[in-house]
């Protein structure tokens, strides 16, 4: 994937005093027990929005959407329930799945009722359409009103390297269930079947089953809103190898042909049919959004984003504490919003806008950013990238952080040029296979062709190494990560945090100062859509 490597204007920064108080001071408060967990639509959401315009305000901040500090998110929560089992057909052979351990189906759409019935079955491979990649598995079959089924992750997942027409071992978001979802919907499909496979999805059917079991919440949908198939579900991979089989198809064989470029798909000669119900609940959350209005050009913006919900009262801990305070994250995240609005402030206004953006509902599937990205306060076509923070490593200093998704945009030379006056390096993302840039509130942004950076805490500890560091890391997961121990700790050393926090004003003051519009590089799956977006706008990028 070479990087595109047109002269960029990448103007340096001064140095500027970050403060340390205003971080301590706000992640205690929006992890104290007080804001309870910090779950949309409750006490610790009011809470969060008058403490958040309060420092915005007192920052210099202006409200961020009009004379309102907030963005209103409609929020949805769809729970199934009576699942008739799964049955395929061929007019001889009856299969029958039951739900749950067999196969799991939820709806997208508000029907109360979702009836899949006789719906011809096709194998479609991996489900990716990249005209970037001259790759569509969809390009010889028309699958209107069918049910697909669909392999998880990406065709070259298997690779030892980061080479192939998908990034080798890295996952891009096609490999990502959400993607072949969507995939599915906008080639008409009725229903879509991702077939479980532990390795190349990364956890194991348990965690299918529970996460799709009960309620799912979703930002409402817009008169725009993409097209939707009837249901989107996941069958265990014993399950498809038999229904395969009685096709007269055998899984292994055409997992192995669906890794090849030109793979066709292949009808199954069978049906699909289901049906259940779903209750729906609604209710609003917000985002929270301040803005430093630019000198020169007010109309072109700049993102800093990080979310400020967490997951409320959860499953107590042996001591009874069953408030999940998401000190860590992103408490740590939400201060830093307001720190850098201080910071920007009191340097005076850069020629572009600077937008400080505290999405909500991160923790059921990034839906503030989701929200706001097909509801842009700030046109896309005239938003220059962002920076998204999530989380800040709280053990003192590293020589590096964590680039999460390096080498997808030209923002990588706002970050080196950072990295560079900061005497930091950047460690790229250790885990490429678990596409971690698929994960948080950028990518939202990064799906609708705004180039964004995701930058984690090091973990090469200026005491300790890289052992220390993976230590913490280790200590972190296992024994506060979305539990009631993320919790605001005065013995903190908070001097790690203030160099990150300083290396991200740096980025987001140059991206502010600067002329150009960085771009996706070439080949990125991001490319094309800004591209395309680029090339319809007026004014834009
Ligand atoms: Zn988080």
Redesign the pocket.
């Known amino acids: 994937m070479g990087g595109d490597e047109a002269a960029l204007d990448i103007p340096e920064v001064e140095p500027v005093a970050i403060s340390e108080d205003t971080m301590k001071d706000v992640t205690r408060i929006l992890s104290s027990d007080a804001f309870e967990g910090r779950m949309p639509g409750t006490i610790g959401e009011e809470k969060t929005i008058a403490l958040l315009t309060e420092r915005f305000a007192a920052a210099g901040l202006k409200p961020g959407n009009g004379d309102s500090w907030l963005q209103e998110v409609p929020l949805i929560e769809i729970t199934g329930k009576n699942f008739a089992p799964l049955t395929i057909t061929n007019g001889d052979t009856d299969l029958v799945y039951d739900f749950g351990d067999e196969w799991v189906g939820v709806t997208y759409r508000e029907d109360a009722k979702t009836t899949l019935a006789n719906s011809e079955l096709v194998f479609v491979g991996y489900g990716i359409n990249a005209p970037e990649r001259g790759w569509n598995d969809y390009e010889s079959v028309d699958v209107k009103g069918k049910t697909v089924v669909i392999l998880v992750n990406d065709p070259d997942w298997q690779t030892e390297g980061l080479d192939g027409p998908f990034g080798g071992k890295a996952m891009t978001y096609y490999g990502r269930w959400t993607y072949k979802y969507e995939e599915a919907a906008r080639q008409g499909a009725a229903g879509a079947l991702i077939v479980h496979d532990t390795a190349p999805a990364s956890y194991g059917w348990n965690v299918v089953e529970s996460s799709w079991s009960g309620a799912q919440a979703y930002a409402q949908r817009g008169d725009n809103a993409p097209p939707l198939t009837q249901m989107n579900g996941w069958v265990q991979k014993d399950v498809a190898r038999e229904i395969l089989q009685a096709a007269g198809q055998d899984l292994d064989a055409l997992s192995e042909a669906a890794k090849q470029k030109g793979f066709e798909a292949v009808p199954l000669g069978m049906t699909a049919s289901t049906s259940f119900e779903s209750d729906f609940r609604s209710f609003t959350s917000n985002n929270i959004i301040g803005i430093l209005p630019g000198s020169e050009a007010p109309d072109e913006y700049v993102l800093h984003t990080a ?1 400020w919900d ?1 997951l409320g009262r959860c499953t107590p801990a042996p001591d009874g504490d069953d408030i999940c305070n ?1 000190a860590v ?2 408490a740590t ?1 939400t201060a830093a919003l307001v720190a850098l609005a201080e910071a920007h402030a009191k340097a005076g206004p850069p020629r572009r806008s600077l937008v400080f953006l505290a999405v909500t509902a ?2 059921s599937g990034l839906l503030g950013a989701y929200y706001y990205a097909a509801n842009p306060v700030y046109p896309l076509d005239r938003t220059v990238g962002g920076i998204n923070m ?2 800040f490593q709280v053990a003192g200093p590293a020589k590096d952080v964590t680039v999460v998704g390096p080498g997808k945009s030209q923002l990588d030379r706002f970050l080196d040029a950072a990295l560079k006056a900061d005497g930091r390096v950047a460690t790229a993302n250790p885990k490429p296979e678990a596409g971690y840039y698929y994960r ?2 950028h990518f939202a942004f990064a799906k609708e062709g705004v180039p964004m950076l995701y930058i984690d805490g090091g973990e090469d500890l200026v005491e300790g190494g890289r052992a220390a560091g993976a230590a913490v890391a280790a200590d972190y997961t296992e024994n506060r990560y979305h539990g009631p121990k993320d919790e605001y700790d005065p013995n903190w050393d908070w001097s790690g945090v203030m160099a990150d926090l300083q290396l991200f004003y740096r980025i987001g003051r140059s991206m502010a100062m600067s002329t150009s519009w960085p771009n996706w590089n070439e080949g990125d799956e991001f490319r094309g859509v800004r591209d395309e977006a680029c090339a319809a706008s007026e004014a834009g990028c």
């Open positions: 979310h967490h998401g994250d992103n995240g991160e923790e999530d989380a948080s509130d």
